[in-house]
T-cell receptor, first 116, second 115 residues
Framework: AQKITQTQPGMFVQEKEAVTLDCTYD???????LFWYKQPSSGEMIFLIY??????QNATEGRYSLNFQKARKSANLVISASQLGDSAMYFC?????????????FGAGTTVTVRA | GAGVSQSPSNKVTEKGKDVELRCDPI?????LYWYRQSLGQGLEFLIY????????KSGLPSDRFSAERTGGSVSTLTIQRTQQEDSAVYLC?????????????FGEGSRLTVL
């Protein structure tokens, strides 16, 4: 199984500032994808952004962007112009392996608190 | 509703009792997943259904856990003879399916507390 590491258990960020959430992974697959999900206090996991290892350019979705560094096996999430509604837990995830790509392995998550 | 619906949202039970958790996926989604989230942890894969194919049950932690999906839609996760370590949030998700990991749409989860 893949191993996902999120080293920051909690982070505080000032409203309107950017925050970077770290994610490193361990995989032997050559082709894989990486996901980021947000989990607000309601408990529902919300898909944010995805990038495939074969994509040349880093993915962006609105205020979310991925800083994907394949050689370092790192895929950090950058949230720009933080809003109070961004306060939540954030999880990165990767398929367990290419033959079971419907099975996602999730990191332990990072709690983000946005301060006014 | 338009999203994944789970019930009950909260369940408190006594050790040794059986519980059933229900998931109603988004209409038209062929793939359905159950994950478990223990307090302060990431998600742990439990089981995957895709269309009429045999489910992948490899994540079920013990034979006390079972799940079925009737008519390719609603799924029920059953935990028999519950133990305190079963306390967690059980999250259901659905997707358009296929073997390529696409966006999963999650429900709000069923929080199980075993006393």
């Amino acid at each position: 199984a893949q191993k996902i590491t999120q080293t920051q258990p909690g982070m505080f960020v000032q409203e309107k500032e950017a925050v970077t959430l770290d994610c490193t992974y361990d995989t032997s697959d050559q082709s894989y994808g990486l996901f980021w999900y947000k989990q607000p206090s309601s408990g529902e996991m919300i898909f944010l952004i995805y990038q495939g290892s074969y994509d040349e350019q880093n993915a962006t979705e609105g205020r979310y962007s991925l800083n994907f560094q394949k050689a370092r096996k790192s895929a950090n999430l950058v949230i720009s112009a933080s809003q109070l509604g961004d306060s939540a837990m954030y999880f990165c995830a990767i398929p367990e392996d290419c033959s079971n790509d419907y099975k996602l392995s999730f990191g332990a998550g990072t709690t983000v608190t946005v301060r006014a | 509703g338009a999203g994944v619906s789970q019930s009950p949202s909260n369940k408190v039970t006594e050790k040794g009792k059986d519980v059933e958790l229900r998931c109603d996926p988004i209409s038209g989604h062929t793939a359905l997943y159950w994950y478990r989230q223990s307090l302060g942890q990431g998600l742990e894969f439990l089981i995957y259904f895709q269309g009429n194919s045999a489910p992948d049950k490899s994540g079920l932690p013990s034979d006390r856990f079972s799940a079925e999906r009737t008519g390719g839609s609603v799924s029920t996760l059953t935990i028999q003879r519950t133990q305190q370590e079963d306390s967690a949030v059980y999250l259901c998700a659905s997707s358009f399916g296929g073997r390529v990991a696409g966006e999963l749409f999650f429900g709000e989860g069923s929080r199980l507390t075993v006393l």
